[in-house]
């Protein structure tokens, strides 16, 4: 069992910066790959981006390349995303969540976060 809790939202200016951070509790945190999603009001959550277990692979939505990067401290429990040149279409309730594999589909995950909301004004 992982238990996930994120932290780090807030509102921000176009072209602002933000981190979040996902703190996931239990021994066994560095066994899982770790992801975050987002859900935009009135759509389907979206993959963000993925990490793998021990932080050697990366993995991106095309909409987020090049501006956002997913990185994680295993001696922490924690994963972050670091998120650069937000745009208002960005704006959303972001989710991270653990899988025993990596994966790009939320259907591929185990645990997922209770969401922190990230709005970006234009």
């Known amino acids: 069992q992982v238990q996930l809790v994120e932290s780090g939202g807030g509102l921000v200016q176009a072209g602002g910066s933000m981190r979040l951070s996902c703190a996931g509790s239990?021994?066994?945190?560095?066994?899982?790959?770790m992801g975050w999603f987002r859900q935009a009001p009135g759509k389907e959550r979206e993959f963000v981006a993925a990490?793998?277990?021990?932080?050697?692979?990366?993995y991106y939505a095309d909409s987020v390349k090049g501006r956002f990067t997913i990185s994680r401290d295993n001696a922490k429990n924690t994963v972050f995303l670091q998120m650069n040149s937000l745009k208002p279409e960005d704006t959303a309730t972001y989710y991270c969540?653990?899988?025993?594999?990596?994966?790009?589909?939320?259907?591929?995950?185990?645990?997922w976060g209770q969401g922190t909301q990230v709005t970006v004004s234009s």
């Open positions: 990490i793998s277990w021990s932080g050697g692979n990366t």
């Open positions: 239990g021994r066994t945190f560095s066994w899982y790959a």
């Open positions: 969540a653990a899988a025993k594999s990596v994966a790009t589909i939320s259907k591929g995950y185990d645990y």
